[in-house]
């Protein structure tokens, strides 16, 4: 007896593999016919669905929380400093900004200085020193150069002169003080750095 209907379905070749039903679909608009060869397809993977990329994905978060946090402790503690650093980055950073807004100018944006100033220049000449490596304030010490942007030049000068250096007690806190000064510092080159580290030790 033949079933032809048997026969049939028998000799039936098996439907090529469907695509999985929620299978994201591949972009649409460059592919053509040719591009179209699902061997040469790697087997699809879902977004992060490897090992590999989840982990550097939870790195790369941990990182980026990481460096906030220490940003945020970094500027915390520049805003209570009571010492300078030239090496605090947070510090530094806040102390160009208030250099530019309250110092720079008299004293240069690149810290310069008057221009007529010279290193042999007079105090109280009226001229503004440079704060960089020129500086008279490259062998005073952190403590010194607090006290002369804090309380200005009058009280360290001879009553008779005149000093034109202002006093930033009332304009500035202890810790931004600290945070120009840092700034300073962090602009010397190494060797007035080391020269001003060696007054900060009491040393000649
Ligand atoms: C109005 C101009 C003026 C401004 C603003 C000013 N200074 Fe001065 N500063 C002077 C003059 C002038 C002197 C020199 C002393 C004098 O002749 O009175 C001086 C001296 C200094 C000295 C001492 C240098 C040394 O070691 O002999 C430091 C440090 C200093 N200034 C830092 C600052 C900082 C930091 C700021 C900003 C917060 C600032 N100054 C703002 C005019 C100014």
Not at 49 to 63: C, T
Not at 146 to 163: D, H, N, T, V, Y
Request: glycine content about 6%; charged content about 30%.
């Amino acid at each position: 007896m033949r079933l032809p209907f048997l026969d049939r379905w028998l000799k039936k070749e098996s439907p090529p593999p469907t695509k999985p039903k929620y299978a994201p679909r591949r972009r649409r608009v460059l592919v053509t016919d040719e591009d179209d060869d699902d061997e040469a397809r790697p087997p699809h993977q879902g977004f992060l669905s490897d090992r590999k990329s989840q982990f550097i994905l939870i790195a790369a978060l941990v990182a980026i929380g990481l460096t906030a946090g220490v940003m945020l402790i970094e500027r915390r503690l520049a805003s209570t400093a009571t010492d300078a650093s030239p090496d605090r980055p947070a510090q530094v950073a806040l102390g160009r900004t208030l250099y530019r807004q309250h110092c720079s100018y008299c004293h240069g944006v690149d810290r310069e200085g008057h221009e007529e100033w010279r290193p042999d220049t007079p105090v109280a000449a009226g001229l503004a020193p440079s704060l960089d490596e020129r500086s008279p304030a490259v062998d005073r010490t952190d403590r010194q150069i607090f006290e002369w942007i804090k309380f200005g030049g009058q009280p360290f000068l001879p009553a008779s002169m005149r000093s034109q250096m202002p006093a930033f007690e009332f304009n500035l806190t202890d810790a931004q003080v600290w945070g120009i000064v840092a700034y300073l510092k962090n602009r010397w080159p190494e060797e007035a750095l080391a020269r001003h580290e060696r007054a900060n030790r009491g040393e000649p």
